[in-house]
């Protein structure tokens, strides 16, 4: 069965960098696209970015470009999301997604790793 | 606040029908973009409930159902049972704005 799983939260300092991880199992990777959606804890979903089955397309948010970096490695079968320059307001939950491009939904999604960035 | 605008919350008890409103503009659902609806139980991730509009993953029973019309988009749940008590957000997407895809603010259904 599909499976995602996300790992590399963690507590970090305002300014400070991250990389979170997900890894898939139980589907065919290399044909999908894949997102990263967050959750600041009380709130609503919010998406990151997505990446390309080919990592020829990539997607951001504008409150993240220039700091946040998506990647992927078919052949490890993970995803990854780089964070730099992290602020308070990117506290969350951080989820990885399969994403069904062309119809933009999201149909299997990771128990997610919370990032917190305090001082 | 959120490009698509759900109530925060709304409540039934259990047998009932409920309805959870989502309100875009010409720019997402009005431009004919898919809407999708996802559930959230607190404390787990959340789970695609309706896809492209009207459909339902396999699993998902057929007490869910969703519509669109215009700029707005509604979610029906009939057969209210305890377990459907949960945070249901719906999501489209959007070219003219800093984010592609957008989601509602999601709305908590309270089953009295």
């Known amino acids: 069965q599909v499976q995602l799983v996300e790992s590399g939260g963690g507590l970090v300092k305002p300014g400070g960098s991250l990389r979170l991880s997900c890894s898939a199992s139980g589907f065919g990777f290399s044909g999908y696209y894949m997102t990263w959606i967050r959750q600041a804890p009380g709130k609503g979903l919010e998406w990151v970015s997505f990446i390309g089955s080919g990592s020829n397309v990539i997607y951001y948010r504008d409150s993240v470009k220039g700091r946040f970096t998506i990647s992927r490695d078919n052949a490890q079968q993970s995803l990854y999301l780089h964070m730099d320059s992290l602020r308070a307001d990117d506290t969350a939950v951080y989820y990885c997604a399969r994403m069904l491009y062309g119809y933009n939904y999201f149909d299997y999604w990771g128990q997610g790793t919370l990032v917190t960035v305090s001082s | 606040q959120s490009v698509l605008t759900q109530p925060p919350s709304v409540s039934g008890a259990p047998g009932q029908r409920v309805t959870i409103s989502c309100t875009g503009s010409s720019s997402n659902i009005g431009a004919g973009y898919n809407v999708n609806w996802y559930q959230q139980v607190p404390g787990t991730a959340p789970k695609l409930l309706i896809y492209r509009n009207n459909n339902r993953p396999s699993g998902v029973p057929d007490r869910f159902s969703a519509s669109t019309s215009g700029t707005s988009a509604s979610l029906a749940i009939t057969g209210l049972q305890a377990d459907d008590e949960a945070d249901y957000y719906c999501?489209?997407?959007?070219?003219?704005?800093?984010?592609?895809?957008?989601f509602g603010g999601g709305t908590k259904l309270s089953v009295l």
């Open positions: 999501q489209s997407f959007d070219t003219s704005l800093s984010s592609d895809v957008i």
